[in-house]
């Protein structure tokens, strides 16, 4: 609704993800993304720093190893210049570092341990056995 100093009009402008000529919602989003990802690097090189110190260690919660940093950069980077696929990897990725314990490596420890459990139990002498992620050549 346009409220102004001019007369009240309840006409409704409609928007979409780029706005309109009243308003524009594509910069709001270019701006916390750079933000976000600026705060993410600053984060990053503070684990790193984290990592080298004597007296923390690679060890702590609070550390980050320089090549986790990397992929924690790239992937930034190409969620805030990759367009919609660039983001939509690039928010999978958050979503699993965010949600899951461990993150990425923790999820495929815990798969590699379930699929170990599934080729000893039901797997066991099945013609096609299940697989939690399916990788290479699928042959049945």
């Known amino acids: 609704m346009r409220t102004s100093t001019k007369p009240f009009s ?3 402008y409609p928007s979409n993800w780029m706005g309109n000529q009243y308003t524009s919602t594509y910069n709001v989003g270019k701006v916390l993304g750079g933000f976000s990802f600026g705060a993410g690097i600053a984060i990053d090189i503070g684990g790193v720093y984290n990592y080298y110190d004597p007296h923390i260690g690679p060890n702590s919660p609070n550390s980050t190893s320089p090549g986790k940093a990397a992929l924690n950069t790239g ?4 969620g805030l210049y990759g367009g919609l696929y660039g983001t939509a990897v690039s928010a999978a ?3 699993m570092e965010l949600v899951y314990p461990g993150g990425i490596g923790g999820y495929i420890n815990a798969a590699s341990k379930d699929q170990r459990h599934l080729d000893s139990t039901i797997n066991k002498g099945s013609r096609v056995p299940f697989r939690i992620l399916p990788w290479g050549s699928q042959k049945f």
């Open 10 to 12: 309840p006409k409704l």
């Open 75 to 78: 992937t930034g980077a190409l």
């Open 93 to 95: 990725y958050s979503g």
